[in-house]
């Protein structure tokens, strides 16, 4: 069983037509700091601060590699529910942002959410939190070149799996 934000379920139990995958949250929604985990010191390190707070959790999916940058593939979470750098966390993909560079950024909700847990594709997000959202890479130095729906993002995810 995996903690999923607030209950326990089993990843078996979720069919990968739901798009469910586990992730790792480094920077929890409200943060200004980007975190990442350092392997030599096993500590998580502040590496960015930002000048506004993140729209979402961070972080990155689980068992993912993306040679471009040599770490996992990037990941945005919807919820209004707590979490904390390090938590895994079981999570729907509803889209992906492709970026000029490569480092591409995976969208997704936690299906336990009472806000954002029925959405399943990123465009039944509010045009607001989209654009904040995409606002967030944009001033990051990252082009968004197409956004992809929850279908194309799990193909992308398939890509990148270790």
Not at 97 to 117: E, M, N, R, T, Y
Request: hydrophobic share 35%; charged share 25%; glycine share 6%.
């Amino acid at each position: 069983m995996q903690l999923c934000c607030t209950g326990l379920i089993s990843r078996d139990s979720l069919s990968m037509t739901q798009n469910v995958l586990l992730t790792i949250i480094e920077d929890p929604k409200g943060s200004t700091s980007h975190v990442e985990f350092n392997t030599t010191t096993q500590q998580y390190e502040v590496v960015h601060k930002f000048p506004i707070p993140w729209p979402f959790h961070y972080g990155f999916l689980k068992d993912t590699y993306v040679p471009i940058d040599g770490d996992p593939l990037d990941i945005a979470i919807f919820s209004e529910l707590q979490t904390q750098t390090g938590q895994e966390m079981l999570v729907r993909i509803i889209g992906a942002l492709l970026v000029k560079d490569g480092d591409h950024k995976i969208l997704a909700v936690c299906p336990d959410d009472s806000q954002f847990g029925k959405v399943f594709e990123y465009t039944d997000l509010s045009e607001s939190l989209r654009v904040e959202s995409e606002n967030i890479f944009k001033k990051g130095g990252h082009i968004i070149e197409r956004v992809l729906n929850a279908e194309d993002a799990m193909k992308l995810v398939e890509r990148y799996r270790i």
